[in-house]
């Protein structure tokens, strides 16, 4: 009956660091307007690790669970509401059946799981063996790209990157007929009140193009790309009793842009990935460095942060986000950065030193005490080596404010493209603040909000 009709010869695996989710809203509450205008954008995200269930996300940013939406997270935070499009016949029967499914979305993830590991056991072991609250991110990547199945353009970004991403954890062609069933077969039993022929048509063609996107894309990447790097811790820095500056040497090249971010497992927790922002630009000598706070419960940030030494050898998924900086303006950079959400701000200003221009970048650093602000020196330094640089620390305890508030007192910032980077909570008040100060949507950028939130751990 379900009949998967992707080319399967397309060679793949799959990684995808996705996380959309999470946290706070729902799968299938109707999902908010971004706060900034679709475009993508990060997850962007990710970075060091959100707090054990909150969201990228990623973006996100991220991950227990093979598939998730991570990077494109950003992407498809950023779609209009489903409401605000004419829906095609499909769509309306596809969110038809979310509405359906919605009091009974842990039913339904139980289930499809349920069904996926009886009926295809050879892919258990493409999950982690806990499947804790993050099991749920594979279904959640799919519904969420289900449900925007009309914007095209968006969808297909976020699915690509979604494809790559999922080479990481050993997604093959084959797997996706495999959970195309489940999932239909998930659906349709709780779902059963506006279940039909006509709806399980809808579902198998929205599930195929998913898939065929997804599939390609991990076809054409492998043509370039590994499906995952090892690399070698050989560096670790703790800085406080929570964070470290871990640096590590890939075991081969690794490509990306200062304020994209990657997902990492580590030894101690096969399978388990989480996301981290790049704390440098791309450096002459490969090595890369991720700034990591260890969470409550965060497996992974508190094996990066506690356990990680020297020698020791991690995975990293691809790079991912959209964080990063147009060379092709000369605006001014206003860049937020909130605790651990200062390593990708780092990056952005190397970036913009290498390339020699003279654009004025202002940092705003903030951080709840003094002891918090742990990379302070390293941005004062950057900034008595680069007179278009401006740094101000915001320390909560002391300003009686947060981050955001404090760009209120600064400005005017009509010429400059905003970053922002840091928890959930800066990163949505902090996009109201840059939008209440004139700041347009397409001038902000941040990595997915969903990621952040789902990431933990
Ligand atoms: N690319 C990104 O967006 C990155 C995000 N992160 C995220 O940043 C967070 C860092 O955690 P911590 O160091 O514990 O930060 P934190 O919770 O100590 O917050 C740092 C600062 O951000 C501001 N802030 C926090 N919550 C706010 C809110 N609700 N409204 C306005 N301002 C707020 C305050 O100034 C605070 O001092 C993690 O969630 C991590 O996932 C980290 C690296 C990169």
């Not at 970075?47 to 991950?63: N, Q, R």
Request: aromatic share 8%; hydrophobic share 40%; glycine share 6%.
């Amino acid at each position: 009956m379900f009949e998967a009709r992707h080319s399967m010869d397309a060679p793949t695996t799959t990684s995808a660091d996705n996380g959309t989710s999470g946290g706070v809203d729902g799968w299938f509450t109707p999902r908010r307007k971004p706060a900034t205008e679709p475009e993508g954008e990060r997850d962007t995200a990710a970075a060091s690790e959100p707090a054990e269930i909150s969201p990228a996300p990623p973006i996100s940013v991220l991950d227990a669970s093979p598939p998730s939406l991570p990077a494109a997270a950003s992407v498809v935070s950023g779609m209009p509401a489903p409401e605000a499009q004419e829906a095609s016949p499909d769509a309306v029967l596809v969110r038809r059946t979310m509405v359906e499914i919605a009091p009974v979305a842990d039913k339904v993830t139980s289930y499809f799981y349920a069904l996926l590991f009886v009926r295809h056991p050879d892919l258990r072991s493409l999950f982690p063996p806990a499947m804790d609250t993050q099991r749920d991110r594979l279904l959640k990547a799919l519904l969420t790209a289900a449900e925007h199945i009309d914007n095209t353009p968006v969808l297909v970004d976020y699915l690509q990157n979604l494809g790559r991403g999922h080479r990481k954890y050993g997604t093959r062609p084959e797997h996706y007929p495999a959970v195309g069933e489940c999932l239909i077969g998930a659906l349709s039993r709780y779902a059963e009140a506006v279940w039909d022929e006509e709806t399980e048509a809808a579902w198998v063609r929205t599930y195929t193009t998913i898939s065929q996107v997804m599939i390609d894309a991990a076809a054409a990447d492998e043509l370039r790309a590994p499906a995952w790097w090892y690399a070698e811790v050989v560096a670790h820095d703790l800085r406080t009793p929570d964070i470290a500056v871990l640096t590590v040497r890939p075991d081969q090249p690794y490509p990306f842009l200062a304020g994209q971010y990657t997902s990492v497992e580590t030894p101690w927790w096969p399978r388990v990935w989480r996301h981290y922002s790049f704390a440098s630009a791309p450096r002459s000598d490969g090595l890369l460095t991720f700034h990591v706070k260890a969470v409550p419960a965060g497996w992974v940030s508190n094996a990066l942060v506690h356990r990680a030494r020297p020698g020791d050898v991690i995975r990293l998924g691809p790079p991912a986000g959209s964080m990063t900086v147009d060379h092709a303006t000369d605006s001014g950079l206003l860049c937020l950065g909130g605790g651990t959400g200062i390593a990708p701000i780092k990056a952005l200003v190397e970036d913009v030193a290498e390339h020699g221009e003279r654009r004025p970048v202002e940092v705003f650093y903030g951080a709840r005490t003094d002891q918090d602000l742990y990379d302070i020196d390293t941005m004062l330094r950057l900034q008595q080596s680069h007179p278009w640089l401006s740094v101000r620390a915001i320390i909560d305890q002391q300003a009686h404010l947060q981050l955001p508030d404090a760009i209120r007192e600064y400005g005017p910032w009509n010429e400059y493209d905003a970053y922002l980077s840091g928890p959930p909570g800066m990163i949505r008040s902090g996009v109201d603040a840059l939008r209440n100060v004139g700041i347009p949507a397409d001038r902000i950028r941040h990595d997915a909000v969903e990621e952040l939130v789902s990431a933990s751990g």
